[in-house]
């Protein structure tokens, strides 16, 4: 009986820490602004290379194009922008417009040197 006890606990410890583990990991993920990431970006390129990551800025003026259920716009910050493209994965936001402060989520593609976001959170003017 003790036995049975000892190895239910130990398995449901291991069950529990594998939860924390994979759901610590999957979260941890590089978020910073888009003037850090630019600043960061030449020293080591190899860093952000398919890394999931968000990056935070303000939509630049004028820089939205839909097509369809994708976007292209530019995020901007202080004076550093970074082109974006938006893969429809999800919905953007009803308060997605220009100016507005968005964070994105998604990878770096240096060969296009574009950001290609899966999500878009856009924050309320109020």
Do not use: W
Request: hydrophobic letters at 45%; one cysteine or more; a neutral charge.
């Amino acid at each position: 009986m003790k036995l049975k006890m000892t190895a239910a606990v130990i398995i449901l410890t291991l069950g529990m820490a594998i939860l924390v583990i994979s759901s610590t990991e999957e979260d941890a993920h590089p978020h910073m602004k888009v003037s850090e990431f630019a600043a960061l970006m030449p020293a080591n390129p190899d860093q952000f290379k398919n890394k999931f990551m968000t990056l935070y800025g303000n939509v630049k003026e004028g820089s939205i194009s839909k097509k369809g259920i994708q976007a292209d716009f530019i995020v901007i910050d202080k004076k550093t922008e970074m082109k974006v493209f938006f893969t429809g994965k999800s919905l953007l936001p009803d308060t997605f417009k220009d100016g507005a402060q968005v964070s994105v989520d998604g990878i770096y593609n240096s060969d296009k040197n574009t950001f290609e976001a899966e999500r878009v959170l856009a924050k309320c003017a109020s």
